[in-house]
Nanobody
Framework: QVQLVESGGGLVQPGGSLRLSCVAS?????????MDWYRQAPGKQRELVAS???????IYADSVKGRFTMSRANVKSMMYLQMNNLKPEDTAVYYC????????????WGQGTQVTVSS
């Protein structure tokens, strides 16, 4: 199994920056393949923000391209989301997700960290 813990959320003014971290632990961290950041705003569905594969390939939602950067440190099973030029519409609970190289595929979620962008 894998446990994921996010940190780094908080209150920031529009135009500000935050860096989210996600630490993976457990006996199956070596099976982690793709890691993702999702977010869910009040009254909205959870949406994919960014994704990174084991070879470092990243994809981003159009709404965050050019502002958010996702990175990963495989040795330490850690993942980061650098968020710059934050906007009020970025306000949400941010979750990290890990997808394992197992059959059937196993997915694990963190508990989420709140990001609030407001003046």
């Amino acid at each position: 199994q894998v446990q994921l813990v996010e940190s780094g959320g908080g209150l920031v003014q529009p135009g500000g920056s935050l860096r989210l971290s996600c630490v993976a632990s457990g006996r199956m961290t070596s099976f982690i393949n793709v890691m993702d950041w999702y977010r869910q705003a009040p009254g909205k569905q959870r949406e994919l923000v960014a994704s990174i594969s084991s070879d470092g390939t990243t994809i981003y939602a159009d709404s965050v391209k050019g502002r958010f950067t996702m990175s990963r440190a495989n040795v330490k099973s850690m993942m980061y989301l650098q968020m710059n030029n934050l906007k009020p519409e970025d306000t949400a609970v941010y979750y990290c997700k890990a997808s394992l190289r197992t059959w059937p595929q196993e997915n694990y979620w963190g508990q989420g960290t709140q990001v609030t962008v407001s003046s």
